[in-house]
């Protein structure tokens, strides 16, 4: 199974993703995380921030999953994942594929922007930021939606249900 666990920087994915891992790694041996930023760093960083860059990257995390899918280990993903393309591939494409979408309203993100990575878009220092000057259209159909108002044991409250996705539900 692959949860990809979709929203803009800052929403929690990374941290949601490295609990459930954490929880299931007790009962599941065969699981791994892929971190879309991580990936980037794998292959030395060589993609920019632009649309095309995105879509490079979006879709080496894609492969990767699958390729993962493919031997039988569990994945949960945690990417920005602004391509419903690549969302569509995924469900057409892999074993078992589990959509979650945290769902956080930009202005509460932009309040909580510990990297500054909204202040330097917004004061223009930055380029090609998805919410700010690159579009973010929400997933068509994710599995599951979860409201991320700032609360971090709310977030991290889903990595138990999570969990149990992966062991059947």
């Given at each position: ?6 929203g ?6 990374s ?12 009962k ?10 991580v ?14 860059g995105?879509?490079?990257n979006?879709?080496?995390v894609c ?6 899918d493919?031997q039988?280990i569990?994945v ?7 391509f ?7 469900r ?5 594929y589990?959509e979650?979408?945290?769902d ?5 993100l932009?309040?909580r922007?510990?990297?500054?990575l909204?202040e ?19 997933p ?8 991320n ?5 709310a ?9 149990k ?5």
């Amino acid at each position: 199974m692959v949860f990809w666990l979709i929203g803009l920087s800052g929403v929690g994915k990374s941290t949601l993703a490295t609990e459930v891992i954490a929880l299931a790694r007790k009962k599941i041996p065969n699981i791994a995380l892929v971190d879309g930023d991580v990936v980037r760093e794998v292959w030395g960083n060589d993609l920019g921030y632009t649309l095309e860059g995105r879509r490079k990257n979006a879709e080496r995390v894609c492969k990767l999953c699958k390729y993962l899918d493919d031997q039988k280990i569990h994945v949960v993903c945690a990417i920005l994942s602004i391509f419903h393309e690549t969302q569509k591939w995924n469900r057409e494409n892999l074993s078992s594929y589990f959509e979650v979408f945290i769902d956080t309203p930009l202005n509460e993100l932009i309040k909580r922007d510990s990297k500054g990575l909204y202040e330097r878009a917004l004061a223009g220092a930055t380029k090609d930021v998805v919410g700010i000057d690159l579009h973010f259209s929400p997933p068509k159909n994710p599995d599951l939606i979860i409201q991320n108002n700032g609360s971090l044991e709310a977030l991290l409250s889903y990595a138990p249900l999570l969990v149990k996705q992966l062991n059947g539900g």
